[in-house]
């Protein structure tokens, strides 16, 4: 008797724990966003604000990154640095008249062409893939 229990109790647990790995797996496959930030990227209230990314490592979810932004009017070229993971993204400028002035966001998944949705503050930054 002992037997028979100890067989149905597998017979109905292997299921159990096959889907419970599955679903785990999946779910976190799910998450995994891989940003594409090559090309130059402009801000989307004024087209002569563009940027560049450099990411540290490409073709993955989670990366630094330095960068350079041609602010509007003219404006010498700035650099920053940050990081992104997944969709969330910020960066920091690191020259310029906005030297440690942060913006922190999300990358807008399924957006064409790619945007990316920035805060510093109450000011918004929307930035969109050339």
């Not at 891989?34 to 989670?62: G, H, Q, Y």
Request: one cysteine or more; aromatic letters at 10%; glycine letters at 6%.
């Amino acid at each position: 008797m002992k037997k028979t229990h100890s067989i149905i109790f597998r017979q109905l647990m292997l299921p159990v724990i096959l889907f419970l790995i599955t679903s785990t797996s999946c779910s976190k496959a799910a998450l995994d966003f891989i940003p594409n930030l090559s090309n130059t990227w402009e801000n989307t209230a004024d087209v002569t604000n563009t940027f560049s990314f450099f990411p540290a490592a490409t073709n993955t979810n989670k990366s630094t990154f330095t960068g350079n932004a041609n602010p509007p009017g003219g404006l010498p070229q700035v650099q920053f640095a940050g990081s992104f993971e997944n969709e969330d993204i910020e960066f920091t400028y690191t020259s310029g008249a906005q030297n440690g002035k942060s913006y922190s966001g999300k990358f807008i998944r399924d957006s064409n062409p790619l945007r990316m949705e920035l805060k510093s503050g109450a000011e918004t930054l929307v930035l969109e893939r050339n």
